[in-house]
């Protein structure tokens, strides 16, 4: 069990992705400790790789593939963690995209990627997302955490608008919001009454792990 | 020998002239075999009507090698941009060079060191700044108007500009009518469209979005922009290693295609459209996920892509003399030099960059006055050493003979202004004595005085009465139209 762990951990960190998905089907097979597998040991090496790439030794590309492979190992492990009455994305629901006449998404894909690793069920909506898909995501999950992004200063104020959107439907209790994007600020982010801003994506993961917690106690906004 | 001869130095190239032409028939063999996407059918049908190959499910549309050359064909070689009195200013072709600040920031950097998000009045200072600068040709929509409604945003900077200074200006509109508020403003100044037509006076940005993809916005202003026969610059911004390959090379092509895909459209709206064939081509940083310009292989591929246009025979543009520092500092300062000069020895008509920090992100007046001793530097290198009989000054060399000097020489009075250009303040050649008794002013502190002495002494030529009040009341009458109330008339 203890070789599996390790293989999961170290294969995303290196990128191994033929180590990575035999130790996923051998745990499945073995039948191990699969929620301890995706958190020990997938989930310990993307927060490896997280910090890796914060101290500047690892980069972007690198990134991605780990997380690549821990998104086609979390494929293998899922199924029977389910079946085993389990559940992942522990930390909760995240609703991901562009905002409507924004096609710029290479942050959003950064910033779905490093939270379906840290542990949120992400919808990525995909880019250039109206404010009823949006709505309606949030809607059929009952609540969570939205994340926004807009690269231009003529599409920021669609964030508003979906905030709008999300108020007229009484989902705003239920619903942290989040802004991204390179003209997006703290004073933006405040005027259209989102519950906070990212600068980039590790930001994004920390915040939004605290928004969970806030929404885990129940503090009303 | 001829007396006079400028002896200019060659015009860098980076590449051999067979590799040049490889990136072009490299970027047609993509475009022929995989094609570009347009979002608007409009544009589509123009380019089906032009013999592109269309799937208007997917909207991308191929391009046969003779659909780009009848194009090229059709696109003019030069374009001459005329002030807003209506008098020739910049000549876009051959190795002429021109600077403009670098364009569309959304913050500004205070004298303090803040930056802020930017505003109108910012604007107005930076073209009235512009304006009095020497070595900075032309104007540009430098900053957002972050207090003005996003609706009509685009024409209330080429307002404020207008306003502010006489200088042609190469702006953008980010909007899908934004050409139309635009066009309404440039036909105020010039009286009526066939003038403005005859009389080019600002050039419009549009930018591709990489990979091989127009959006609807962009696609729109290109029509627009080629029916109205206003000047249209088309910019790619690839990101090598996120949009486009991250090998140089594999981006120039990229570029290159997007930039033919863009001039086929606008020539198939119209034939003989005034193209700029521009771009502003990044790196992606592998450790922050930031779109750095100034690393020196941004500026590798920005002079590359541009020599493929000069090649092609087009104006060109590119961005240099900006810089990816947060405040202007001294990578502010060898960043915008570095990018200013290579682009300026490689002979690209419009350089945009001055007083731009942060990734195309803050402007700053303390650097844009700087940036103009750079450009100053750039275009005295650029004039190259005169070679005529009287600037040898052989004559005069034996008349002193071994051991005396030149300084009171009639020759040194007919030729010193005219040899050695004098910097402004920005740049110190004093000794150490004086520099201290000066107050040991280091260049920004020196650099703010210099903004200041001029925003408080420089008056740009006045608008004609009637001029201003057109333009006035055609920019309500825009603000009107998009429901817009708030909007200062300044």
Redesign the interface.
Known sequence: MRDVLRSLKEGVVQGDQERVLKAARTAVERRLDLPLMASQGLGAGMEDVGKRWNRGEMFLPEVMLSAQIFKEAMAILEPAIRAGGKTVGALGDFVIGTVSGDLHDLGKNLVAVMLETTGFRVHDLGRDVSAEDFVNALKNLGGGILGMSALLTTTMIEQKNVIHAIIETGLRAKTRIMVGGAPVSIAWAEEIGADAYAANAHQAVSIAKGLARDMRGGVPR | MSVGRMSLPIPLRMLPGEDIHEFKAKAMEILAETGVFYETPEALEALEAYGCTVDHQQRVALFPAEAIEKALATAPKAITLYDREGNPHAFLEGNNVYFDPGSSA?HFLNSDGLAV?SSGEDLANIARLTDALENIALQSTAV?AGEVA?EV?DSYRLYTVLKNSTKPIISGA??VNGIEDIKELLVAVRGSLEELRAKPLAVMDVCP?SPL?W?NVACKNIMDLARYGIPVEFLPMP?A???TPVTLAGTVICHVAENLSGLTLAQAVTPGAPVVWGGGPMV?D????TTPMCAMEAMLMATTAAQVGKVLGLPTHTHGCLSDSKVVDVQAGLESAMGALLAGMTGVNVISGPGMLD?V?TQSLEKLVIDNEICGMVLRYLKGIETGEDAMAVDVIKGIGPGGDFLNTAHTRRWFRKEVAIPGLPIDRQDRRAWYEAGSMKALVRANRHVQQILSSHKPRPLDRGVERALDNTMKQVARRHGVTYLPLR
């Open positions: 959304v998000d957002v996003k945003g980010f909007t979005f993809r959006t990101m290693g996120a949009s992606f592998m450790r922050y996920g990734f992100g």
